[in-house]
């Protein structure tokens, strides 16, 4: 994310040979937390070199490689002040570490068999270190058993992904019903014999950044239950050499995943895996090398468009982004899930990793770590602290607490504004842009659930110019998770009392009379205009949403994704209001969709045409807007076919469109937001922000 510039400059005639100068110490040193990078080839050909000195030793880095991000405690960086200290180099790396010529030269991590960190390996049966805990794990998960493992930035259990026994048990133990699992594989060509893989792809699974990155899975010998029923897989390589070891000893693809119970936040250290995944890991295996700071694996789906990051961790975190625009100290806490942390100074953004979920005590605790170790590690004081509109947001109490406790302003950014915000941000717009901030729901200025909207950003306001047509999400909370609730909410405003015929096979029939009498009463019957919200119900009126509740965030929006045909079809009409803001009603295509699907028009046919609706709507509010830079934001773009439509619409209507890259699509991007918009406010001298303020 930070930018390089390039120029050439012309040689002056005194310029006879080439020299090298001091740096100029005018300027004050940024300060910079390096993330961590995956292992390099000459450590990983290292590793897998009888007789070499580091031959199988899993904390095997160099210069090129190893952790950084997650040891270091404060700057600058040098192994004084990492979590490496207490290890004494013996005389071997000592003078690998002082050798300018040497791959080694100030790797502040560098360690060997005989004065680095050791492996311990713990199961019911078995203590065993060195060489010998490495094996044992081995023989644990050729057994089929859960491996709790003490990776990079946290803890992961890992499992034989090719015996069904054991992945279905690990998703019982561990509390995870159907969301996929990643799996690591010990190359490119065994990452071939199960996914398709392009050269793009290739590139950044094997480079420093070592994401998982989405593939499309082929005809393969992986455990059914590793993705249930789902197109892609979660792909990676060893990133470190203990992983590499590992996969490469038990032959066979691992299923790796986060050491935690679902939603919470990793375990880091040996203590709280021991105790927190006493049922769900058969073995641990750990060592002596403190994780400063954690870092879950980064998540990129690689498309033809491009490459878009889904959550910013290991190796893309903390990230700088270079601002276009001077900003004051802003400290911006993100949204609810998929939580970071952005601190703006100097004219930069720096984001944090992966937060994730702030609903249990244990991630709340985390985000506040984080947030307090940003502040505490770049020096900062904030002049600002911002959040969302939310009240009821940890993220939100969590500013409250700050701003109170430093005595700053606190800025409230609606959850869309921030969206649209981030995304341009990160392509340096500063001028005028139409935002389209399509997701599941945040809290809008009039306190509705807003998430199919377009807003025209300037400076540090917004005027909301078009939205969906609202409906109303029958049992507030519960229809969030149940598609076919949010279908009954659409059918309830096109068809009223007589909804009950057109909601039969969805609901036992007390179970519709409850819910179309909430709708009737208007009772916890909270509107929104959320496009995710539609989503679900369209993909509950088609069929190919779960009959009941979803088992993971997006998990219909996902099925009608895949199961659209590709290729041109019809959109299906949704007309757009006159009047500011228009509103974009999605009644006729309820009827024509219903039509379709009666007609029995296959699934792949009807979910085309819902897609193309949606593109063929993005381009009418963006040509009434009059604004032709187009922000595309929010978590319904990470649907892949979503973005490529809307994309080609706009550009063909020529309107300049900015889609997410390094900052994800989704709630990720939140905290830059934030950042941007307070630090504008900020600089207008408003420190508190009017939520909506039109111009
Ligand atoms: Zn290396
Ligand atoms: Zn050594």
Known sequence: MT????????????????????????????????????????????????????????????????????????????????????????????????????????????????????????????????????EEAISCLRRGEVLAMQGLGGFQLLVDATREDAVRELRRRKGREAKPFAVLFSSCDDVRRHCSLSSREERELTSPTAPIALLTRRVDGLAPSVAPRQPRIGAMLPTTPLHKLLVEGVGRPLVCTSGNLSEEPMCVDIAAASARLADVADAFLHHDREIVRPVDDSVVRVDPGGMTVLRRARGLSPGALSLAEATPTVLALGAQQKSTVALAIHGEVIVSAHVGDLHSVDGARLHEVTARDMLQFFDAKPDVIACDLHPDYASTRLAERLAAELDVPLVRVQHHHAHVMACAAEHGLTGRVLGLAWDGAGLGDDGALWGGEALVCEGDTYRRVAHLRPFALPGGEAAMGEPRRAALGLLHAVFGVEVIDHAAGMFSSSESRTLVTMLERRV??????????????????????PAGRIRFEGEAAMALEDAAFAGEVAPYSMPLSDGAPAVADWGPLVRALLA????????????????????????AVASRSGVRSVVLAGGCFQNALLTRLVKGRLTASGHRVYTARDLSPNDGALSVGQALVASRSSARGGGAHVPGDPR
């Not at 379709?596 to 993005?618: E, N």
């Open 3 to 134: 930018r390089v510039r390039v120029s050439e400059i012309p040689s002056s005639p005194s310029d006879t040979h080439f020299r090298i100068v001091a740096s100029a110490l005018d300027a004050a040193p940024r300060a910079v937390l390096p993330p961590d990078l995956a292992m390099c080839p000459a450590c990983a050909l290292e590793v897998s070199t009888p007789g070499a000195r580091r031959y199988r030793y899993p904390f095997t880095n160099c210069t090129d490689c190893g952790p950084r991000a997650t040891i270091v405690t404060s700057l600058p960086y040098d192994r004084a002040r990492t979590s490496m200290k207490s290890f004494v180099m013996c005389v071997a790396c000592r003078a690998e570490y002082e050798d300018p010529t040497d791959r080694r030269f100030h790797a502040e991590p560098i360690a060997c068999p005989d004065c680095g960190p050791t492996l311990e390996m713990r199961s019911r049966d078995v203590t065993a270190r060195g060489e010998r805990a490495l």
């Open 524 to 545: 916890s019957t909270p509107v929104t205009t959320s496009v995710g919200r539609l989503f679900d119900a369209v993909a509950a009126l088609v069929g190919v949403a």
């Open 596 to 619: 379709d699907v009666r007609s029995g028009a296959p699934a792949g046919l009807v979910a085309a045409r819902f897609h193309a609706t949606l593109a063929a709507l993005a381009e």
